[in-house]
């Protein structure tokens, strides 16, 4: 089975850890890292393994994945 590349916030949360992350936090990054789809949010897995890394910063410098405003 391949895996996801898509994480909704929820499996973003399971994916970082649950006692790091909380709901408002992995619907903050949804928001901002990530894209809509419909009503749903979903995190591309390379942002969640960048943040798991400690190069956010890399991501955010990749043209159309930095940060967004609300």
Known sequence: ??????????ELRDYLGRD??????SYELARRY???LGR???VPLRVAEA???GRL?????T?????RGR
């Open 51 to 53: 943040i798991l890394e």
């Open 40 to 42: 749903r949010w979903l």
């Open 34 to 36: 990530g894209v809509r």
């Open 1 to 10: 089975m391949r895996e996801k590349r898509l994480l909704t916030p929820e």
């Open 63 to 67: 043209p159309g994945m930095g940060p």
């Open 20 to 25: 790091k992350v909380g709901r408002d936090l």
């Open 57 to 61: 910063e890399e991501i955010e410098k």
